[in-house]
């Protein structure tokens, strides 16, 4: 069997010293609380938000869960208008809450849904918009809140890329009515498995706590019919740790990009995407676009050429939500109302990219490609 240590994968989690971790697991030992809105799980919302900019989040136990409870606590219902080219839990969630997916097409630069798609979209069913921030690049959210405005619906950011993303200093999950992050192992920032739901006040924080414990309000209340989506003092205590180390491991992906950029700036046929301005990304993956006139190969050609080199990328939007079985019969899911989000998601590589990628890989990586 092969030594998954000679594999150089698409990403790998963020760890902290696991010396430094073995105190938290001896406190949580001599507590005896495991669950249920422990003093971890109190003490890493108030960090995320404080870190975030955010006054209110609350925590959960995956990154899908929060997507599903910002559905329900805003009472959406019929129709929302969203992106086929994003991972399947942002609209697997849709269908999760009886909610019927409208997709419209997205901006052919940076992979986001395109805002002036959107109103053509629009129906006397529609109740609200989810974008995703794809790549962890910014949605063009004040064009959103526009239209969004004008019609009356509700605004939920698919946020699971962009920790920490900020624009000119403001966080980019204050955009939007609600927002959800993920903090799968994959992710810049990670609990394991873990994930966010961030608000603007205090009653809708209310309102999430009680939905992600089954509807409790009390040791005898039920006021909703709710679902445990309860982060545990473990998970929570690795994640309070993990703060220390993230912004170092932000700024070695950032590196990791730079390095991408300049070797691959000449290469015919790759092209990827660049820093926005006034942004502060996370540089959560690297995706490269690849035009098989100019390069003389597919994607999917240099794809596995790339894993025979042990060089394991993924092919990151692909294929899009609308082509899955579930979603392929809708009308908004044909091939014609979605030219820009095929064409990413039928030429897009996401190298490896991570705080602890060797230089040697990354020079091997950029070798394979442009020979």
């Known amino acids: 069997m092969q030594d998954i240590t000679d594999k150089i994968t698409v990403t790998q989690p963020l760890l902290p010293p696991l010396e430094e971790f073995i105190p938290y697991l001896e406190e949580i030992w001599q507590r005896k609380w495991l669950t249920n809105n422990g003093h971890y799980h109190q003490k890493l919302e ?26 329900q606590a805003l009472r959406i219902t019929g129709e929302v208008i969203t992106t086929p080219y994003s991972f399947v839990a942002t609209t697997h969630s849709l269908w999760w809450n009886g909610i019927k997916p409208v997709f419209v097409d997205v901006d052919p630069m940076m ?15 529609t109740t609200a918009i989810m974008p995703v921030h794809v790549y962890g690049n910014p949605c063009d959210t004040e064009r959103i809140k526009e239209i969004a405005d004008i019609y009356g619906l509700k605004v939920i950011y698919d946020a699971a890329h962009a920790f920490g993303v900020e624009i000119d200093g403001k966080s ?6 609600m927002a959800t992050l993920s903090f799968h192992a994959t992710k810049t920032y990670n609990t394991m498995e873990g994930g966010a739901l961030v608000c603007h006040d205090a009653e809708t924080k209310k309102r999430i706590d009680y939905l992600k414990n089954f509807g409790f309000a009390g040791e005898t209340t039920v006021i909703a019919p709710g679902i445990n989506g309860k982060m545990d003092e473990v998970r929570a205590a690795f994640g309070l740790l993990q703060l220390k180390y993230v912004d170092a491991a932000i700024l070695q992906r950032k590196q ?21 301005q006034n942004v502060r990304h996370n540089y ?24 025979e080199e042990n060089i394991f990328g993924r092919r990151y ?6 082509n899955f079985p579930t979603y392929r019969g809708l009308p908004s899911a044909k091939k014609e109302n979605l030219p820009n989000a095929h064409k990413l998601a039928d030429s897009v590589i996401c190298l490896p990219i991570h705080h602890d990628i060797k230089q040697s890989d990354i020079e091997k990586i950029i070798n394979h490609i442009i020979k």
């Open 46 to 71: 108030q960090a995320l938000a404080e870190y975030l900019k955010m006054p209110y989040l609350s925590l959960f136990t995956n990154g899908t869960l929060p997507i599903i409870v910002a559905l």
């Open 111 to 125: 992979g986001n849904l395109d805002p002036e798609k959107i109103e053509a979209a629009i129906t006397p069913k």
């Open 172 to 177: 980019i999950l204050e955009a939007g009515d």
């Open 256 to 276: 990791v990009a730079e390095s991408y950029r300049k070797e691959l700036s000449s290469a015919p046929g790759i092209s990827f995407m660049l820093d926005m």
């Open 284 to 307: 959560s993956y690297f995706p490269i676009f690849v035009d098989e006139a100019a390069y003389g190969m597919t994607r999917d050609e240099l794809y596995f050429k790339l894993q």
């Open 317 to 322: 939007f692909y294929p899009l939500i609308s």
